[in-house]
């Protein structure tokens, strides 16, 4: 049976290209910084985003986890958005390993305003409150949809950071969607930061890992905060050949997932039950929110099942789809016959 999978940009397999990477990867000893390709990685990644060093780290989670060690002290306060990964997917991570406690701002469409950032700082000595220690902005937004923040929300916000001396860390899971969607250099986003984490394996189809980045000494730290995690890995360049080439050819090539993401959301607005709001499809997510007599959410996730359409029930009447380098227009076009099939 034809299997189309909208789970996500994580289901993307190595290439051709990269797995030939990988057979010749010229390796060595990571932990003892002696793998080249793991080098060379790194500092491609720092120049991409305009950083002065980057870490190779085994998953977005870890990354973030990281710059979050880095940035805070125990008992630190730090904002984030209320949809946003760092709060509600990575298992209680900034508390277990950081003791940090999240200061949740709610976003419009996961876009935080400056001034709802500025009212969540805590801004006095007094010894009963905690310290706001750092501030993350989540771009692209995941839950919100694949939502770009705009240059002018990231600016006000790093503004802040300034005024306030806060470092601004940036999850960039999909940072390049954002700076696809935007038409303008990735590091026009990563300006308006202090420290970011980019996957590579997210739409760019390497296998494993994601890459951290900032000043020379928060990488320092990083490295080895990383050792102490038990993401020191040795002959990593294997991944990271496979790193590179996602940040030399694949990147390219996210504007046609963000056409297909469109295309979907066309075909699929007008069928009776389900509703989608066009302006909130900016990048390589859309999210059909169900409101159908005969199918929840989950009911309607397990019929496109049947029929090889795989997407995730985000909630009782929510759908995630996310378009990826496997998925073509010609699979689109059949996703949405059979939606009309099933709901018609
Ligand atoms: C996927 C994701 C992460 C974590 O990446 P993993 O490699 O899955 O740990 C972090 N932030 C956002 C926004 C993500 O979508």
């Known amino acids: 049976m034809r299997v189309i999978d909208f789970r996500s940009d994580t289901l993307t397999q190595p290439t051709v290209e990269m797995r030939q990477a990988m057979l010749n990867a010229e390796l060595g000893d990571d932990v003892y910084g002696e793998d080249p390709t793991i080098n060379k990685l790194e500092e491609m990644g720092a120049k991409l985003v305009g950083k002065e060093a980057a870490l190779f780290v085994p998953s977005g989670t870890m990354g973030n986890q990281l710059a979050v060690l880095c940035h805070t002290q125990r008992g630190d306060e730090i904002i984030l958005e209320e949809r946003s990964h760092i709060y509600n997917y990575e298992a209680g991570g900034i508390a277990f390993l950081s003791g940090v406690q999240p200061r949740i701002v709610k976003g419009d469409n996961g876009i935080m305003s400056a001034g709802d950032v500025e009212k ?3 801004t006095d000595k ?15 937004h ?10 002018e929300a990231m600016e006000e916000i790093y503004e802040l950071g300034r005024k306030y001396s806060l470092p601004i860390h940036l999850d960039g899971a999909r940072v390049f969607n954002a700076s696809t969607a935007l038409g303008c250099d990735v590091r026009d986003i990563t300006k308006y930061c202090d420290s970011i984490m980019f996957c590579l394996s997210k739409g760019l189809c390497a296998p494993v890992g994601s890459i951290l ?8 730290k990083a490295r080895r905060y990383r050792k102490m995690l038990g993401g020191g890995m040795r002959q990593a360049g294997i991944l990271a050949a496979a790193g590179i080439i996602a940040l030399t050819d694949m990147i390219q090539r ?11 959301a066309k075909g699929l607005k007008y069928i009776e039950g389900i509703h989608i709001s066009m302006d909130t499809v900016q990048s390589n997510i859309v999210m059909v929110d ?11 996730v397990d019929k496109l099942k049947e029929k090889g359409i795989l997407a995730s029930d985000i909630n009782s009447s929510r759908i995630r789809f996310v378009t990826h380098k496997y998925i073509s227009k010609d699979d689109i076009e059949h996703t949405i ?6 709901l018609q």
């Open 337 to 342: 016959s059979v939606f009309k099939e099933i």
């Open 142 to 151: 995941n839950m919100a949809g694949g939502i770009v923040v705009p240059l």
């Open 126 to 140: 007094d010894i009963h409150h905690p310290q706001t220690g750092l501030i993350c902005i989540e771009n692209t």
């Open 254 to 264: 996210l504007s046609e997932d963000h056409g297909n993401a469109k295309l979907l």
């Open 213 to 220: 980045a900032g000043s020379k000494d928060f990488i320092d």
């Open 120 to 122: 969540a700082i805590v």
């Open 290 to 300: 169900i409101s159908s007599p005969k199918y929840s959410s989950y009911s309607l």
